[in-house]
């Protein structure tokens, strides 16, 4: 079946440092690749995408590119904000619509 | 827009008592998914409906669990009876299709059962 790695957390870095958030699949076929934020007390919602390989996909200075060769999908960031505190997932779409999220990535940034 | 929209936000209750958790999805979304969030389990997709129709309830914990989808603009989780380990937060999310489309979340409903 299908499968998200993301990289473990928590992540606590200081305020305008890199960020980087490793995320791997397994999936058949050519699945839609996903970052999804969700911030303290609310639901998920949609970071970046990317449907198609070679793809990258951006957001409020947030990057990930579709490595089909490597399976991946790694964010970054080049210099993080105390606001994006938040917890990160990384999910798939694959073919038949069927979608997995990773088991999500906290990310807390100091002033 | 209003977005997915969920009731109650919060709700304590106490051991044994039915618990309904309500969602109504964004217009012209065609399915619908209800997700449990716990510290310990992660985030778990319980079932979701397509046109109404539940096309895939095995994430359901138990059979003190269910779901409805009566019409389009309104959908309903039960747990009967309710238990300590039914605490977790509960979202609705809705999509127009889901191959490689967007699923867009509600707030959550955060149950605590005693």
């Known amino acids: 079946g299908n499968s998200v790695t993301q990289m473990e957390g928590p992540v606590t870095l200081s305020e305008e440092a890199f960020l980087t958030i490793n995320c791997t699949y397994t999936?058949?076929?050519?699945?839609?690749l996903f970052w999804y934020v969700q911030y303290p007390g609310e639901g998920l919602q949609l970071l970046l995408k990317?449907?198609?390989?070679?793809d990258k996909g951006s957001n409020k200075g947030f990057e990930a590119t579709y490595r089909k060769e490597t399976t991946s999908f790694h964010l970054e960031k080049g210099s993080v904000q105390v606001s994006d505190s938040a917890v990160y997932f990384c999910?798939?779409?694959?073919?038949?619509?069927?979608?997995?999220f990773g088991d999500g990535t906290t990310l807390t940034v100091k002033p | 827009d209003a977005g997915v929209i969920q009731s109650p936000r919060h709700e304590v209750t106490e051991m044994g008592q039915e618990v309904t958790l309500r969602c109504k999805p964004i217009?012209?979304?065609?399915?619908l998914f209800w997700y449990r969030q716990t510290m310990m389990r992660g985030l778990e997709l319980l079932i979701y409906?397509?046109?109404?129709?539940?096309?895939?309830d095995s994430g359901m914990p138990e059979d003190r669990f269910s779901a409805k989808m009566p019409n389009a603009s309104f959908s309903t989780l039960k747990i009967q009876p309710s238990e300590p380990r039914d605490s977790a937060v509960y979202f609705c999310a809705s999509s127009l299709r889901v191959a490689g489309n967007t699923i867009y979340f509600g707030e959550g409903s955060w149950l605590t059962v005693v």
């Open positions: 990317a449907t198609k390989a070679d």
């Open positions: 217009s012209g979304h065609d399915y």
């Open positions: 999936a058949t076929g050519y699945p839609s």
């Open positions: 409906f397509n046109n109404n129709v539940p096309i895939d």
């Open positions: 999910a798939l779409s694959d073919e038949e619509g069927k979608s997995t």
